[in-house]
């Protein structure tokens, strides 16, 4: 059996490479919320009664958690890009949600509530390492350094994106905004992720290793290769 994301000989219908490519620097924009930790940290400190150096030590677990990606990478190995987006998906659910519940009960210590965060950063190291392999393994060797050039550099805007929306719609003068900012990020970034899973698959082969196959729009039957 091909990995989930390929599709076998046998299959009727595949995404082309720019589906997937938009797919994944949607995903790869969403997946910076890492950069948006400054936006709800004085939350952390008024609610958990957590110092400086306690919220330091949240945010450097976050990002051990993002930065620990060999698993991401190794599954989508095996399993291809979708599975890999959808778990994803289900950590950073886990994950923000998570934090919204201990910081609106407000319980947990900071290494606690560092571990919950991590998990939520875990699955943004899914969604990235998806969002950088599939368009890699879609287009000619020729085109792959641009390809990673774009994925990384919309993760990296996506501090620009978590800001926007958040000024937009959760700036206010208590705390409820920040609060109900987690709690958006632990429902909104899974949709998006697993919307875009739908159309997020590898190329077979042949069709991977040349532009000849992208004529006549995105969606394309196996057999016209």
């Not at 000989?9 to 994944?24: D, E, H, I």
């Not at 890999?84 to 994950?95: D, E, F, K, N, R």
Request: proline share 5%; glycine share 10%.
């Amino acid at each position: 059996m091909p990995p989930d994301g390929w599709l076998a000989p046998s299959s009727s219908f595949y995404w082309s490479r720019w589906t997937t490519l938009s797919a994944a620097l949607l995903l790869a924009s969403g997946a910076g919320t890492v950069y948006a930790f400054a936006l709800f940290a004085p939350l952390l400190k008024s609610r958990l009664g957590l110092s400086q150096e306690d919220t330091a030590l949240v945010a450097s677990i976050g990002a051990f958690g993002l930065y620990t990606s060999l698993l991401a990478g190794l599954h989508f190995d095996r399993y291809g890009p979708r599975r890999t987006v959808l778990i994803g998906a289900v950590l950073s659910a886990v994950g923000f949600l998570g934090l919204y519940v201990a910081v609106s009960k407000q319980t947990g210590s900071a290494i606690g509530v560092g571990l919950i965060y991590a998990v939520a950063q875990h699955g943004s190291a899914w969604i990235l390492s998806a969002s950088v392999a599939a368009p890699v393994r879609n287009f000619p060797s020729e085109y792959r350094g641009t390809v990673v050039g774009l994925s990384k550099g919309f993760f990296a805007l996506s501090a620009s994106f978590h800001i926007e929306i958040f000024w937009a719609l959760f700036r206010k003068e208590s705390d409820s905004g920040a609060l109900m900012y987690i709690a958006f990020l632990g429902i909104a970034l899974p949709c998006l992720y697993t919307s875009c899973a739908v159309v997020f698959n590898l190329l077979p082969p042949a069709a991977a290793a040349t532009f000849a196959a992208d004529a006549g729009g995105s969606f394309r039957p196996y057999g016209s290769l």
